[in-house]
């Protein structure tokens, strides 16, 4: 002691060292790695965790707040930059320097000293990051379990210390704009500069986002709302139009009479008056009239006049199987007076049949027998009724009683849609051959010419299903539910009429060509529900669709004998023009019809 002041204590190493930290000799002194109980990887683990050449500036102006501020102001981008990017590893490189800390603590006191001020500024630069973090506009919508592992990345083992890393800065993957893009920015400007953009850019990307999602939210309901529209007004002008197409009750009646009348004059005369034609069998009533498909007018009627042969002999003519030679086998027949060479002869006997219905009609005034055409297998009658125009065309045929030809086999696919039961119930029933025969009359095949020869028809198979067309009984019946099958054939066979009064190089195109395409569409969409009255435009749209793909291809197929194309005396181009204007009506939305 000396007087009254108190006994100093002996000064501490470390204090010694907390005196002199000032001392830019003494740390440089303590810097030098010439300790010898650092190894060489310890040195290397030091080197990157603790600069020395940064902690010797930041210790001098620790304890100086002007020189601190100075050093502010004076900051490089450059110093700033590095400081930023050192915040992404601040965590992960924590625990590596307590360790260093300790090791060395062994070697010299003022090493220790150093290192526990560059882990207080550590621990100050993180802070600062975090808070940067909690106050940056929330752009970005990366999971929050990411976040929180980046906080607590301190506790994480080394093991973990890349993938935690990864998870750190703050653009995640969810954000859109390119990482390497953010560090450009940052190595640009300054902090304040750097977030100043960074804000800029989110505030940007997420304007685009909602753009983009206004615009997609937008668009389907303006496309959705525009095609409900379209197809309302589709929808109202097919119902108008059948609407026009309709057949008055009157008309029906008055020119259903008059067929009647003159059919049983017919067939009293062949059955008193004829030589030949004394076995016809009742007349069977075919064609669109009586398949209630017909449309505007009650103007055209077929009807045909069977007449049975038991005994024959049937064989092709020609490899599509609808056409064939017919030969009468021994027995007292009237028919075998137009049979030679073992052949019944198509054309004498439809001369012979035509005389006849010539006689039949002279004492009926009202009727006149057309002139004949060529290849045609009718004797063609007109009248007027009411002032309309009225023709009948009485079709000559043979009802043979047998098995169904081998060619329609794999034809007539109505398992799915009608049923196998009645399927087997038709093809118990009869066929019927008419004299037509197809191209020139005088080609010959195997001793016969092409006019001698008979065309297989179904027509009254046709009729019946079309009049019972549901795979449920009760389709289009008063208790049931209404379907559009009939509905698209008259639509069809409308804009099919309408076309070729426009364009007459479709005239080799007929209704027959729309009613198989109708059979095929049927066999394929066979539910009563894919057919329902109230989708009339989508049905309709999508038979089109069917015709469309036969007329491009080339090739509709007899709904009954799938070897023959309907389609063979098209040319390719016409029905390629035919194709092309009714996909043009289709997608204008039949302004045909308006």
């Known amino acids: 002691m000396t007087g009254r002041r108190r006994q100093h204590k002996a000064k501490s190493p470390e204090a010694e060292c907390t005196t002199s930290k000032n001392r830019n000799g003494e740390i440089k002194e303590v810097l030098l790695p010439r300790c010898t109980d650092f190894t060489e990887e310890k040195r290397n683990e030091t080197s990157k965790t603790a600069k020395?050449?940064?902690?010797?500036?930041?210790?001098?102006?620790?304890?100086?707040?002007?020189?601190?501020?100075?050093?502010?102001?004076?900051?490089?981008?450059?110093?700033?930059?590095?400081?930023?990017?050192?915040?992404?590893?601040?965590?992960?490189?924590?625990?590596?320097?307590?360790?260093?800390?300790?090791?060395?603590?062994?070697?010299?006191?003022?090493?220790?000293?150093?290192?526990?001020?560059?882990?207080?500024?550590?621990?100050?630069?993180?802070?600062?990051?975090?808070?940067?973090q909690t106050q940056m506009p929330k752009t970005t919508t990366a999971p929050p379990e990411k976040t929180t592992k980046a906080k607590k990345s301190a506790s994480i083992s080394p093991e973990e210390l890349k993938e935690t890393t990864k998870i750190q800065p703050e653009t995640a993957e969810n954000n859109k704009k390119a990482p390497t893009k953010s560090n450009k920015t940052r190595a640009r400007c300054g902090k304040a500069q750097f977030e100043e953009q960074t804000q800029s850019d989110d505030a940007t990307n997420a304007a685009e986002k909602t753009a983009k999602a206004e615009a997609s939210a937008e668009k389907p309901e303006d496309t959705t709302k525009g095609m409900v529209e379209d197809r309302h007004a589709v929808h109202n002008t097919l119902r108008t139009t059948l609407e026009k197409l309709k057949i008055k009750k009157n008309d029906k009646v008055n020119t259903s009479k008059v067929i009647n009348e003159i059919r049983k004059i017919i067939v009293e005369h062949l059955k008193k008056h004829?030589?030949?034609?004394?076995?016809?069998?009742?007349?069977?009533?075919?064609?669109?009239?009586?398949?209630?498909?017909k449309i505007s007018n009650p103007d055209e009627f077929d009807v045909m006049f069977p007449m049975p042969v038991e005994r024959v002999d049937i064989q092709p003519f020609g490899d599509e199987g609808a056409f064939y030679k017919v030969a009468m086998k021994r027995g007292n027949n009237p028919l075998n007076d137009f049979q030679e060479?073992?052949?019944?002869?198509?054309?004498?006997?439809?001369?012979?049949?035509?005389?006849?219905?010539?006689?039949?009609?002279?004492?009926?005034?009202?009727?006149?027998?057309?002139?004949?055409?060529?290849?045609?297998p009718a004797v063609t009658l007109t009248t007027q009724v009411?002032?309309?125009?009225?023709?009948?065309?009485?079709?000559?045929?043979?009802?043979?009683?047998?098995?169904?030809?081998?060619?329609?086999?794999?034809?007539?696919?109505?398992?799915r849609w009608l049923g196998g039961k009645v399927k087997q119930q038709y093809k118990w029933k009869p066929y019927y051959l008419v004299?037509?025969?197809?191209?020139?009359?005088?080609?010959?095949?195997?001793?016969?010419?092409?006019?001698?020869?008979?065309?297989?028809?179904?027509?009254?198979?046709?009729?019946d299903i079309l009049r019972n067309h549901g795979s449920e009984k009760t389709c289009c019946e008063k208790d049931g539910a209404s379907c559009c099958r009939k509905d698209c054939l008259k639509l069809l066979?409308?804009?099919?009429?309408?076309?070729?009064?426009?364009?007459?190089?479709?005239?080799?195109?007929?209704?027959?060509?729309?009613?198989?395409?109708?059979?095929?569409?049927?066999?394929?969409?066979?539910?009563?529900?894919?057919?329902?009255?109230?989708?009339?435009?989508?049905?309709?749209?999508?038979?089109?669709?069917?015709?469309?793909?036969?007329?491009?291809?080339?090739?509709?197929?007899?709904?009954?004998?799938?070897?023959?194309?309907?389609?063979?005396?098209?040319?390719?181009?016409?029905?390629?023009?035919?194709?092309?204007?009714?996909?043009?009506?289709r997608e204008k939305g039949f302004p045909i019809f308006k």
């Open 52 to 132: 020395p050449k940064k902690m010797e500036k930041e210790s001098r102006t620790e304890d100086n707040p002007k020189a601190r501020k100075l050093a502010a102001r004076t900051r490089t981008p450059k110093e700033e930059t590095t400081k930023m990017q050192q915040e992404t590893v601040e965590d992960a490189t924590k625990a590596p320097v307590k360790t260093t800390k300790v090791r060395a603590g062994g070697g010299k006191a003022k090493v220790e000293v150093v290192l526990d001020k560059e882990t207080k500024m550590q621990s100050e630069v993180l802070m600062e990051g975090k808070k940067r």
């Open 274 to 293: 004829s030589q030949h034609f004394k076995e016809v069998e009742t007349p069977l009533n075919t064609g669109s009239y009586y398949e209630n498909v």
């Open 341 to 376: 060479n073992d052949t019944l002869s198509a054309s004498k006997m439809l001369e012979e049949f035509r005389k006849e219905v010539k006689k039949s009609v002279k004492e009926s005034k009202e009727w006149q027998v057309t002139k004949k055409e060529r290849g045609c």
């Open 386 to 415: 009411q002032s309309v125009p009225i023709s009948l065309d009485v079709v000559l045929c043979l009802m043979v009683k047998s098995s169904w030809p081998n060619f329609t086999n794999d034809g007539f696919q109505i398992e």
């Open 435 to 463: 004299p037509k025969y197809k191209g020139r009359g005088t080609e010959e095949k195997d001793g016969v010419l092409a006019k001698d020869a008979w065309r297989i028809s179904f027509s009254h198979i046709e009729k």
């Open 493 to 585: 066979k409308h804009l099919l009429h309408l076309l070729k009064e426009k364009n007459s190089s479709f005239d080799k195109f007929c209704s027959y060509h729309a009613k198989t395409a109708l059979f095929h569409a049927c066999s394929s969409r066979t539910k009563d529900s894919d057919w329902s009255a109230s989708n009339l435009s989508h049905c309709f749209q999508q038979l089109l669709k069917d015709f469309e793909n036969y007329l491009l291809n080339g090739r509709l197929f007899n709904f009954f004998i799938p070897s023959q194309n309907l389609l063979s005396g098209c040319s390719q181009k016409m029905c390629k023009s035919l194709a092309d204007s009714i996909k043009e009506q």
